[in-house]
T-cell receptor, first 112, second 110 residues
């Protein structure tokens, strides 16, 4: 099986812009979670989607949003980018709640 | 590749020695735990998991120990190899979410 695929691998954006990141889960996995990873805060949970519905959400501002499509692929969007949004954004898929997360290699976002 | 956790606790071990990486988890209701390995430029990779009804689980060269009394998890790596150099995270699951620990950097010395 192919693993979790995230695109693009790297992004450079300017403050105030918006960005969309994409994630294709492992085939058959219906749950997709997004995490933000920074050196100072570690891995922070953003949100989780299951069957096109947001099931859980972390403590991030409303500028961070996501969605999931009927084929389980997911996107996350960050609007009005701030310098502090620079991070590695990781997507993970799982077959169901309580089963292991399988991560992609992330999208490295740099905001200048 | 990108650096992960520039100021993480670091464990340095000699090649061939055993490594023990510790993790304190936060929620006594957590019922499922996973250890992940993250190499530079990559996402976290599943190593081994354990459910709360067990206190020990073994894999290939790795063992996870769970002490629910003190909310402590450890990962033991036997005969540590250079390829084991990475950042290791524990993750606890309660409800639908996983919460990750801050990570430990394992450095294998030749």
């Amino acid at each position: 099986k192919a693993g979790v695929t995230q695109t693009p691998r790297y992004l450079i954006k300017t403050r105030g812009q918006q960005v969309t990141l994409s994630c294709s889960p492992i085939s058959g996995h219906r749950s997709v979670s997004w995490y933000q990873q920074t050196p100072g805060q570690g891995l922070q949970f953003l949100f989780e989607y299951f069957s096109e519905t947001q099931r859980n959400k972390g403590n991030f501002p409303g500028r961070f949003s996501g969605r999931q499509f009927s084929n389980s692929r997911s996107e996350m969007n960050v609007s009005t980018l701030e310098l502090g949004d620079s991070a590695l954004y990781l997507c993970a898929s799982s077959s169901q709640g309580g089963s292991p997360l399988h991560f992609g290699n992330g999208t490295r976002l740099t905001v200048t | 590749g990108e650096s992960v956790g520039l100021h993480l606790p670091t464990l340095s071990v000699q090649e061939g020695d055993n490594s023990i990486i510790n993790c304190a988890y936060s929620n006594s209701a957590s019922d499922y735990f996973i250890w992940y390995k993250q190499e530079s430029g990559k996402g976290p990779q599943f190593i081994i998991d354990i459910r709360s009804n067990m206190d020990k689980r073994q894999g290939q060269r790795v063992t996870v120990l769970l002490n629910k009394t003190v909310k402590h998890l450890s990962l033991q790596i036997a005969a540590t190899q250079p390829g084991d150099s990475a950042v290791y995270f524990c993750a606890e699951n309660y409800g639908q979410n996983f919460v990750f620990g801050p990570g430990t950097r394992l450095s294998v010395l030749p």
